[in-house]
Nanobody, 115 residues
Framework: VQLVESGGGLVQYGGSLKLTCTAS????????VGWYRQAPGTERELVAF???????YYPDSVKGRFTISVERFADISYLTMNDLKPEDTAVYYC??????????WGQGTQVTVSS
């Protein structure tokens, strides 16, 4: 199974980006999906999560600005990010948990927000 994130880049303060995570080689369904980020010198943190029931979670730092969505039949997840701030600068990763109970990580995509 391979996860590939895309859509990162350089954006100005207040701008928007939409990240895509595409899974290939998955033989069982998608259970849970999480988007994480890691800035230099910091630990990887969860920024968005959705489970198989459609329940979502966002930390306060991104709530109201970030939205996670999943196209389960296509094994694709999106992270829509609005009103971006310099502190959102990080490498963004997606993590997928399959209905078979396995977890997979993508390689990450860089998001840089200029002030």
């Amino acid at each position: 199974v391979q996860l590939v994130e895309s859509g990162g880049g350089l954006v100005q303060y207040g701008g928007s980006l939409k990240l895509t995570c595409t899974a290939s080689g998955l033989t069982s369904g998608v259970l849970d999906v999480g988007w994480y980020r890691q800035a230099p010198g910091t630990e990887r943190e969860l920024v968005a999560f959705v489970n198989s029931a459609g329940n979502t979670y966002y930390p306060d730092s991104v709530k109201g600005r970030f939205t996670i969505s999943v196209e389960r039949f296509a094994d694709i997840s999106y992270l829509t990010m609005n009103d971006l701030k310099p502190e959102d600068t990080a490498v963004y990763y997606c993590k997928l948990v399959s209905s078979g109970g396995n977890s997979y990580w993508g390689q990450g995509t860089q998001v840089t927000v200029s002030s």
